[in-house]
């Protein structure tokens, strides 16, 4: 079993910074997929950027540029450093592992609050 534990959340006023992390439990997070992902009220999940174990990217259009992910396997932690924050990115902001062994298992934390004020 896996857990996933974020932090970093916060209340931020447009054009500010913030950096989440998300510590990983157990030894397959070297061997997975690390995401972030958001939901602002009334709205549906969305990916804002994901890392492969080898360490490739992949960003949501609207945080290009502006979000950037990466990874520390020796702290089986993810990171999200969010820059030029503009009250849209407001939500709450789940990490995401994903483990393909004969089926892809994915596991979920239970979420920051990122708060952008205008």
């Known amino acids: 079993q896996v857990q996933l534990v974020e932090s970093g959340g916060g209340l931020v006023q447009a054009g500010g910074s913030l950096r989440l992390s998300c510590a990983a439990s157990?030894?397959?997070?070297?061997?997975?997929?690390m995401g972030w992902y958001r939901q602002a009220p009334g709205k549906q999940r969305e990916l804002v950027a994901t890392?492969?174990?080898?360490?490739?990217?992949n960003y949501a259009g609207s945080v290009k540029g502006r979000f950037t992910i990466s990874r520390d396997n020796a702290k089986n932690t993810v990171y999200l450093q969010m820059n030029s924050l503009k009250p849209e990115d407001t939500a709450v902001y789940y990490c995401?592992?994903?483990?393909?062994?004969?089926?892809?298992?994915?596991?979920w934390g239970q979420g920051t609050q990122v708060t952008v004020s205008s």
């Open positions: 995401n592992l994903e483990f393909t062994l004969f089926r892809v298992i994915e596991y």
């Open positions: 157990g030894s397959i997070f070297s061997i997975s997929a």
């Open positions: 890392i492969t174990s080898g360490g490739s990217t």
